[in-house]
């Protein structure tokens, strides 16, 4: 069974950093495509940042662009999402995705609070 594991959220200020960490496992785990999303209260999920993997091709939101930066390390099957001066408009729960071969399989989700 192909499972994400999320960490790295938190409490933070704003202007504030983070990391998010998402760990793909199981047997058959080779995602084609990982990225996360996030849903503030009363929001719909939205797109943040995804990659291809085993490339450098990504795609980044209007409103992180220049502030959040999407890494793999595929030796880990692991994603990563740096984010640099955050606002309270990050603040949302965080999942990571990812897509393969096999389907498709959402993470937990990790909460993100940035204060003022």
């Known amino acids: 069974q192909v499972q994400l594991v999320e960490s790295g959220g938190g409490l933070v200020q704003a202007g504030g950093s983070l990391r998010l960490s998402c760990a793909g496992s199981?047997?058959?785990?080779?995602?084609?495509?990982m990225g996360w999303y996030r849903q503030a209260p009363g929001k719909q999920r939205e797109l943040v940042a995804s990659?291809?993997?085993?490339?450098?091709?990504?795609n980044v939101v209007d409103s992180v662009k220049g502030r959040f930066t999407i890494s793999t390390d595929n030796a880990r099957n692991t994603v990563y999402l740096q984010m640099i001066s955050l606002k309270p408009e990050d603040t949302a729960v965080y999942y990571c995705?990812?897509?393969?071969?096999?389907?498709?399989?959402w993470g937990q989700g990790t909460q993100v609070t940035v204060s003022s």
């Open positions: 199981g047997s058959i785990f080779r995602a084609n495509v």
């Open positions: 990659i291809v993997s085993g490339s450098r091709r990504t």
């Open positions: 995705y990812a897509a393969g071969t096999w389907g498709s399989v």
